[in-house]
């Protein structure tokens, strides 16, 4: 979130680890209790609480090494996402990691403040199974995330690929869009990130690899976030 910083004023502190799942996040000792602290230490600096608390995660739980368990390989009869995986994952484990996160910094927030600070989450924009990973995703560098799933599954055709993973974008969406639409959780925001970035001839200028944007398409990314944290009260 540099580019929060740098080209909208906002300081931003982090808590995040890189390639953690959200499960993870919800459910194992470290980044909550990291969270309080970070709050806590503002406030004992005579800060004023944070404008937002920006929440993300869920692309490690459905990409990488656990993307071909979502498919059905494509010589058989139901050739595709596996709905029942799918549902399993996105609708229960993740929600349920989600409304564990929210409901865990509501509380932080409400009894170190006295009230629950506005939320922040977001899905995926639809990427290009292409195979390219960090430079290349070759030795140590993490990466490609889904072809090695639609290689195992037999998916060669690249537009083939991007209609999965394009409903597979949707269905992670729109379980954001229920966790958010809960009345407990109406300090909670969700920033639609889909048709952002640019899946045409010209992809490559907006994705830098299959899971990550070019530094042009992290400012079109950031674009929408600070035009949601600008109309918060």
């Given amino acids: 979130m540099k580019i929060l910083e740098d080209d909208?004023?906002?300081?931003?502190?982090?808590v995040a680890h890189k390639g953690d799942r959200v499960e993870d996040m919800a459910y194992s000792d470290g980044q909550l209790e990291e969270f309080t602290r970070r709050i806590e230490k503002l406030l004992r600096n005579g800060s004023i609480p944070p404008r937002a608390i920006l929440l993300s995660g869920g692309g490690n739980d459905v990409a990488g090494d656990e993307f071909g368990l979502l498919l059905n390989h494509k010589a058989s009869s139901i050739a595709g996402l596996n709905h029942a995986v799918v549902e399993g994952i996105i609708n229960e484990r993740i929600m349920g990691s989600y409304l564990t996160i929210i409901q865990n910094i509501t509380n932080i927030c409400v009894n170190r403040i006295g009230h629950p600070l506005p939320i922040i989450v977001h899905g995926y924009d639809y990427p290009v199974p292409d195979g390219r990973g960090f430079l290349g995703g070759w030795w140590f560098l993490p990466g490609p995330w889904f072809e090695p799933g639609f290689r195992e599954k037999g998916f060669k055709v690249i537009q083939e690929r991007i209609d999965i993973v394009k409903t597979l974008i949707d269905i992670f969406n729109e379980m954001l869009k229920i966790v958010t639409s809960r009345p407990e959780f109406n300090h909670v925001h969700f920033v639609d990130l889909r048709k952002t970035l640019s899946i045409g001839n010209d992809y490559q200028?907006?994705?830098?690899?299959e899971l990550h944007p070019t530094e042009k398409g992290f400012k079109k990314i950031t674009n929408k976030f600070a035009q949601v944290i600008d109309q918060l009260p």
């Fill in 8 to 14: 909208h004023g906002y300081d931003v502190e982090s």
């Fill in 205 to 209: 200028d907006d994705w830098g690899n």
